[in-house]
């Protein structure tokens, strides 16, 4: 894995989405870095990571991750809030707060779980990289886009920035879609023993925004909040709104100055 640490203050990482890069977290950087110290992650086979062999497995990324930033509070983003969820399950003593964003305990749909995606789109997806790998990886993005209603800025910041380090490795986009489609973590959350916040986009065509408040009533002390007119990426089209409920959490944990 690859890290980037800018920025002074209580530690905070950030964990990417499948496909992405920690780059796409720049709009929180630029907003949090004069009060936080911001360690952005590119997870093996992605950006600077992409030669990576270290498999895409959650519980493997997230003790090396905080056996590398231990104390901080970590924040995930779609695929990238399976590791970061798994790291304050495991580490609770080592993680000070859990930020999910678009990230669900479980990303597809089922009888007893309505705050999913089909089925069968996570292996329609494997299909069709194996066909198209650019083309897929771009209809991908405006999935993430879609449903904002700054949609057509926020997919020409992704297709600006989704590749400016290098297309991501199949074999890690592969893994991904696997944990995607097969992982379910919701028997675990009653456990979960640190602070959380769960950030959703009210138009997320990929992760329901049902799925966050949901999930957040299954952990104790949670707080869920719902992002107006965002998708998928709600830093990308609404990142004041997302750094401030980001800020406001950071200071509410304990042992935080005020």
Known sequence: MHIETRGQGPALGLIHGWAMHGG?????????????TLHVVDLPGHGHARGSEMPLEPRALAA??????PGAAWLGWSLGGQVALRAALDHPD???GLVM??????FVRGDDWPHGVSSTLFG????????DFRGTLEGFLALEALGSSSAQHELRKLREQAFERGEPAPRALHEGLSLLDALDLRDE???LAVPSLWLSGKRDRLVPAGAMPAA?????GARSVAIANAGHAPFLG???EVAAEIDGFMRSLPGSAS
Not at 24 to 36: K, S
Not at 101 to 106: D, Q, T
Not at 124 to 131: I, K, Q, T, V, Y
């Open 216 to 220: 957040a009533a299954m952990a104790h």
């Open 24 to 36: 796409l977290f720049t709009p929180l950087v630029d907003r949090l870095a004069e009060r936080y």
């Open 189 to 191: 959350l009653p456990s």
């Open 124 to 131: 329609d997806f494997g299909d069709a990289l194996r066909r």
């Open 94 to 96: 080592a993680v000070r």
């Open 64 to 69: 090396e991750l905080v056996r590398r930033v």
């Open 238 to 240: 609404a990142a004041d």
């Open 101 to 106: 964003v678009a990230a669900s305990p479980r």
